[in-house]
């Protein structure tokens, strides 16, 4: 075969490798948008295996089969689904975890009736287990990380008991009649990284729950729902795993872009407490709070078309985000809207490769290893030839318009860069919306940290699929801005 010939045979092959990594990106992206936070519980039938030995296939057959008729139509009757049944265990997802956990009480009293007056070896016991976590539906069936760990939960779960994780223990914990106890701390689960907290569901009549456990910490909860921080990521010490403000910098009340006063970090509401509830409220042109959207049900969406309506904004995706109550938090979806979802920085966030920000009008993107035109030499016709050694220009920031086009470039080699309408490194004299110096991007720790300085109308990063956002944040949708506010009810658990 000649020269010519294997050179483009490597060339079709190099091409090909690259539309298939091209391809998965694709693949990964499109996946990514479909997970959502399901309730996922599993039942297995204690003793199973010795039963089949001790009584032969057929009778081993038959109950099975018998606890799978009393069972399944208790999970369909507290509007669960059964994905699959496996040999003697039942997969089933819920929609609603209070849903999901009283089902399993059912499941298990019911049995327990059954048992009552049986001989030892006619009786059926179950182990139940729970959790709450980021899963992708495809059709009928649920995958991802967290049916992994409810698999792993069910694996520590004895007989006749119902175990959930911190994600469940989470949802559940202001319910008075739903008593919980602690099972163990720091359990290992094969396969996972992370120890595991796990809790009981009180279900035995006279059984005595004792004081209700404490909260769960946001890093079981992460493990528990296959979460991350989202704009939460840390850099040090400080509220919600993020950097403390750098000292010498004045934080004034915030204000949204057409000028209303939103709320700064310090004046944030008291911690969440136990039966916390959030809603997400407009806010107005004059600074007040308008029209409140509860989040009273997993996967509220906010879009042309949802539970949160945003008709008169063209901006505004038909189905622009999904918004679920999570532990003293609101776990927020980017569903695909070509506008994206931003949220308000109120301390310094880390950037990361592609991050996008606005400033004002501007929008930002944070690229660690731009791309850069090779050098060029030039032949005595002046026909350019391509250096062999492209220049890698490092880190910079691109200015992008509405339609994602890159209209400048600014490099960062210096270990501080910062943008105004008048003052700083860059400015923009022509947009309102900037204040006098609005904010600044410097290096801590090899990282780069984009800060806002004070600002009038704030600066949003762009959330990547999903993030965590707290009380007191605002969310900007188009242009439309949401709040997070809590609402504390007036009983609580003791």
């Known amino acids: ?23 998965r990106a694709r693949l990964d992206v499109e996946l990514e948008r479909c997970k959502e936070i399901v309730t996922v519980l599993f039942v297995d039938i204690v003793g ?43 997969l089933a997802r819920y929609c609603d975890v209070e849903q999901a956990v009283r089902s399993a009480i059912e499941m298990q009293c019911s049995l327990a009736e059954r048992n009552r007056d049986r001989r030892p070896n006619d009786q059926i016991h179950v182990r139940v287990a729970i959790n709450l976590g980021l899963a992708l539906l495809k059709g009928n069936d649920v995958f991802g990380d967290v049916v992994n760990v409810t698999a792993r939960i069910e694996g520590a779960t004895d007989a006749d008991e119902i175990t959930i994780s911190p994600s469940v223990y989470e949802k559940i914990q202001h319910l008075a009649d739903l008593p919980v106890k602690k099972k163990a701390s720091g359990v290992d689960l094969k396969g996972k990284s992370g120890k595991l907290d796990l809790y009981n569901v009180v279900w035995k009549p006279g059984e005595s729950a004792g004081p209700a456990p404490p909260r769960p910490s946001k890093e079981q909860l992460f493990i528990a729902t296959g979460l991350h921080t989202g704009l939460a990521d840390a850099l040090g010490p400080g509220r919600g795993g993020v950097a403390a403000p750098r000292p010498g910098v004045h934080r004034k009340p915030a204000a949204s872009l057409d000028k209303t006063v939103l709320l700064s970090a310090e004046e944030v509401a008291e911690p969440p407490a136990v039966g916390l509830r959030f809603a997400l409220a407009r806010v107005g042109p004059d600074g007040s709070l308008g029209e409140r959207f509860p989040l009273d049900q997993p996967g509220v969406v906010a879009g042309q ?20 109550q999570l532990g003293e938090g609101v776990y927020v979806e980017d569903l695909g809207s070509p506008e994206g979802v931003y949220l308000w920085v109120r301390e310094p966030y880390r950037l990361k490769d592609g991050d996008v920000f606005q400033i004002g009008r501007q929008r930002l993107r944070f690229v660690e290893h731009g791309q850069a035109l090779p050098a060029m030499n030039f032949s005595p016709d002046r026909t350019a030839i391509l250096a062999a050694e492209p220049e890698n220009p490092g880190p910079a920031l691109l200015r992008l318009n509405s339609k994602d086009e890159e209209m400048g470039r600014y490099e960062l080699r210096n270990g501080e860069i910062s943008f105004g309408r008048s003052k700083g490194t860059h400015t923009f004299p022509d947009d309102p919306y900037l204040s006098t110096i609005h904010a600044q991007i410097r290096v801590q720790q090899d990282k780069y940290v984009l800060e806002d300085l004070g600002s009038t109308n704030g600066t949003f990063a762009r959330i990547r699929k999903r993030a965590l956002a707290r009380e007191g944040d605002t969310l900007k949708m ?9 609402e504390r009810p007036t009983d609580r658990r003791p």
Do not use: C, W
């Not at 295996?49 to 139509?73: C, N, S, W």
């Not at 078309?305 to 679920?324: C, Q, S, W, Y």
């Open 305 to 324: 078309k949802g539970e949160i309506p945003l008709t008169d904004d063209p901006l505004v995706a038909a189905k622009h985000a999904r918004f679920t």
């Open 1 to 23: 075969m000649g020269r010519q010939a294997k050179t483009v045979m490597k060339d079709t092959s190099s091409n090909r490798l690259e539309e298939l990594i091209r391809e």
């Open 478 to 486: 188009g242009r439309q801005m949401l709040r997070v506010v809590a």
């Open 48 to 90: 199973s295996t010795r039963f089949y030995d001790e009584h032969g296939d057929v009778a081993g057959l038959v109950m099975v089969q018998k606890a799978l008729d009393l069972l399944i139509p208790i999970v369909e009757e507290y509007e669960g689904t059964v994905i699959k049944t496996i040999g003697d265990a039942i």
